[in-house]
């Protein structure tokens, strides 16, 4: 089992900012995938940002032009840049990495108050 951790979660204003990173033990690339889920109470897990290997990447809409999903290369981090948080963005934020099966973090509690 891989073991990714996170860090960066926190409490912050609406219209505020906060950066997830999320550690790899190996080498990023090493992963097909990776990005950031979040679960909201009462909610299914959602998908929130993704990237390949190769650099695309994917945004859900609810985040579209707020939120990026950068990764630094040489320490193996692959972060999440929240901008303008909404109070609906409160959730625990998981980071995944795909390499034939999905690996999880620990996940790290964001909460937007208003």
């Known amino acids: 089992q891989v073991q990714l951790v996170e860090s960066g979660g926190g409490l912050v204003q609406v219209g505020g900012s906060l950066r997830l990173s999320c550690a790899a033990p190996?080498?990023?690339?090493?992963?097909?995938?990776m990005g950031w889920y979040r679960q909201a109470p009462g909610k299914q897990r959602e998908l929130v940002a993704a990237i390949t290997s190769g650099g695309s990447t994917f945004y859900a809409d609810s985040v579209k032009g707020r939120f990026t999903i950068p990764r630094d290369n040489a320490k193996n981090i692959l972060y999440l840049q929240m901008n303008s948080l909404k109070p609906e963005d409160t959730a625990v934020y998981y980071c995944?990495?795909?390499?034939?099966?999905?690996?999880w973090g620990q996940g790290t509690q964001v909460t937007v108050s208003s």
């Open positions: 190996g080498s990023i690339f090493s992963f097909n995938n």
């Open positions: 995944a990495a795909v390499s034939g099966v999905i690996h």
